[in-house]
């Protein structure tokens, strides 16, 4: 077995050619198009002189046409790079600067990002028609990738600094979907819908996995709880992944009814810690469906999770346990493991995990530990085995030298019926070095009383915990990931 991602949707090229495997607002290719142009972009980037190496970034509109072009480049032996087409072209540039692409190819919609990038003209009337300046002869296949070379870069998070691309082999990324077809028993009869951006890791974890097995992706071009309601109400969607933030539009649609929903069987989603209700909303919503969360970042995917069946009623349970393969490890500041239960750094080693940030020696380095990562995040892991979040360290709250993490603040305050979702966070303060603050978004139709809010706390936290201050908001920021964004967060309520 070669251990090569693209090996495996070379295969289902030649199996079943006629087979769907994806379909976007232009239309649905199948298995054997979708090879055909990957070949052919592979001809057609090496005609322009893009050398096995070499960068080609990618500022397509999700669909088939950017899908096609990411596997083309891989094919080639080049690194695909596909740029969060959210940031700003200074944004851009500096990311890009280690990452230094040989071509950038771009459509209308990310045509401003990058310096001299190849634009495409429009779609027109088929999925891959965009793609006809870049096709060239068929490619020469896999036979001189190298499984170990690197295939693919993901910009990492970026909420306190310059996003870092994260590099995934073409090994690594055969290892990785086979993992979450397990994982997430993934089948060749899925279609999954996809809404989420391309330059995430959840085109690894979602359409990378579903295509590794012969399934087929429905791609939409962004998140519009309308549209996306049409088409899982339409009896062919089996399977689909959003952000709370998302899925909590979803089912606050009226047009969202049990009855209409029964195809899908599977929905995934991330940490539901700000809108605790979620899952049971989308169990009443969705009463077919598995429902699986879990823990993951870009430098090495999902890594641990918690299905439906695991849960116990009346139990926390975290985000659940580590995916076959991985090793999980929670370490003090010195990088010494810390007894079963408290809290520390979380450390991931995969059998999948990137080889290291491009450009970023020094990064990469202060991000190994013991053959593994250094997510940045806090957690615990309970006698069960089940991870447990406590959040960010950099996002830790040091009061009166105290610890105050803002998942457990969080919790106490998503208990209050009257709060729909909540974010801690700390700012300088010149008595306690910091003092913890709290924005709080209410349930619709409900106000908040900051006087009770706090009382409710006190109830429940120690006193340190409780926020000093409380800002009531419409709704929390967040990153181009449906991730509350603390930074801008702290602009928004008061400066740094």
Known sequence: ???RYLDAIAAHARHAPDRLAVRDERGDVSYGELWSAVERIAGGLRERGVAPGDRVATTLAPGAAQLALIFGAMAAGAVAAPLNIKLTPPEV??????VAPRLIVADATGAGLGDDPLVLPDGGAGP???LAPLLGPPGRGLSEVDPAAPAILFGTGGTTGLPKAGCWTHRSLWLYAAACVAAMEVRRTDLELFFSPFFHIALVTGPFGTLFVGGACHFLTRFDETDVLRHVTGGTVTRFFGAPTALRRLVDHPACKPAATGAVRRILY???RSEPDLPAR??????NAELITGYGATEFGAVARLRSWELVDGTDQGVGAPVPGVVLRIVDPAGAEVPRGEVGEIVVRAPWQITGYWGHPEQTAAARH???IRSGDLGLLDPD????????SKDLVITGGENVFPAEVEDALCAHPAIAAAAVFGRLDPEWGERVEAALVPVPGSAIDVDEVRRFCRE???????PKVFHVMDQLPLTATMKVDRRRLREVTGGA
């Open 1 to 3: 077995m070669s251990a």
């Open 93 to 98: 540039r500096r990311y890009l600067e280690p």
């Open 128 to 130: 891959l028609s965009a």
């Open 270 to 272: 991330g940490s539901t």
């Open 282 to 287: 989308l169990r009443l919503a969705f009463p």
């Open 370 to 372: 013991a053959g593994g």
């Open 385 to 392: 085995g089940f991870l447990h979040l406590r959040g960010r």
């Open 460 to 466: 429940r936290l120690a006193g340190y915990k409780v």
